[in-house]
């Protein structure tokens, strides 16, 4: 068990390196130097054009991925989820973009659908996994670093309410996947407001298409993370007034001390 413990890997770890840097290094690194100079616009030394910075965007979750499978012989989640996300991105950056500066139809669709897929996902995946010996909701919330959890099990066969014990996390399983699935319903929403009115035939569509991506994003943390860190808090104090209940164990007595 303490050599478990040692391989665990911290899932804001496995969030950063395997979806967010790939992604913020496709939004940064993917302007064409020549297209920014047939423009007028300032070439900077990080832009290297989409396709490499696709390259450099996969090196992360596959890194990540090969040496979490050396440390514990197992496959990491989070690196094939990456790893998707960044082929999808990448992949659909190259497919919208033309050389001419304009940009297929239908990107807003294409783009909100991309967004949706990554939460979508994980929702589904957290749900899944509840059936499965290792619940995605163990190790984001409910995880031995937060919660004293051999001190709650123990009181749980203590009272014989292992099946009471099974509903609440299963319970606190669908709020937490709920989470990430108003989150795919607001990314898709959030990329046709942003995208929607965008003319795909411009000369310049793909410069506008880069600044209301990055609008996009800005608003992204504000409209989707606040709603998922209300669904967060509440599916946290529901757990903890439930496993108090049942166990009979005060909140500092199921919490781990901080």
Known sequence: MATDKNHQEHPLANV??????????????????EFQRAIGKAVQPWHIGPVKALMVALAFPIAYGIRHFIKTRKANFFSALGLFSVLLTGGLTIFLWNEDGTIKPNGDVLFGLKEASIPLILGIAVIGSHFTS?????????????FDIARIEKEI????????????????????????????????????HFLGDLDPSAPNARVLYNGQVAKLTGWGFAVIGLPMLIFLFITLRRMITQLSRLTGLKEEEIMLPR
């Open 134 to 146: 290792t619940p995605l909701i163990r190790t984001f919330l409910y995880s031995d670093t937060m």
């Open 157 to 192: 066969d203590a009272h014989n309410a292992r099946p009471d014990y099974v509903k609440i996390i299963f319970q606190a399983t669908l709020l937490f996947a709920a989470s990430f699935f108003i989150s795919a319903l607001l990314n898709f929403g959030l990329a046709v």
């Open 16 to 33: 950063l390196v395997n979806v967010l840097i790939p992604v913020l290094a496709l939004s940064y690194l993917s302007k064409d130097p």
